[in-house]
């Protein structure tokens, strides 16, 4: 395998040489690429600070069902590390009002998802401390982790609503009411 270098951003990732190389779907291995809990592509522990290449391996990001990431093209395909989700969730757009209203989530690399059936939102909550994780799926098995001031504006147009024998705390989007937790 040679190695194909971006200059600017200083990256060196395994190319396929060309007759004879891997199938896409043959691990190449690890590519030494993590995202960071605040959405931050790092490369051998340093961060990916052009915004357009970070975007170029997010359209190739896959997630596997036993949860591990990898980045796939049609010549190679190598696992990444992701501390909690891929991207972060860090504009909330609000159109309408009630049961009726949308909610648009823009996303650190711009991907814009409207909260309903095909982009559910969901929270869970940490064990030890009770500390919620809100999260909405972005495409594909991937997810973008709500930032904090997004999901307190959540949290702002929240209502109680019982549900399943239980009051719940949640927004409407698109018709579909998202529970962020219980009031017991």
């Not at 501390?83 to 860090?90: E, K, N, S, T």
């Not at 650190?108 to 559910?120: E, F, Q, S, T």
């Not at 973008?144 to 399943?164: H, K, N, Q």
């Amino acid at each position: 395998m040679t190695g194909a270098t971006d200059p600017s951003a200083g990256l060196s990732l395994p190319r396929d040489s060309g007759a004879g190389g891997p199938a896409p779907d043959a691990p190449c291995g690890d590519f030494g690429i993590r995202i960071g809990r605040d959405g931050t592509w790092f490369y051998h522990g340093s961060p990916i600070g052009r915004k357009p290449l970070v975007r170029l391996f997010a359209s190739v990001l896959r997630r596997e069902g036993d949860g591990s990431y990898w980045l796939v093209t049609p010549a190679e395909r190598g696992r990444i590390a992701v501390d909690d989700a891929p991207f972060v969730a860090v504009e909330l757009d609000v159109e309408g009002q009630g049961r009726e209203q949308v909610l648009r989530l823009r996303t650190n690399l711009d991907d814009v998802v409207a909260v309903g059936a095909d982009h559910p939102l969901r929270v869970s909550h940490d064990a030890a401390s009770g500390e919620p994780s809100p999260y909405v799926m972005v495409r594909g098995g991937l997810e973008a982790l709500l930032s904090r001031p997004v999901y307190y504006a959540l949290v702002e147009l929240g209502e109680e609503r019982r549900l399943g024998g239980s009051e719940q705390y949640g927004v409407w989007s698109c018709g579909m009411f998202f529970p962020l937790g219980s009031l017991a």
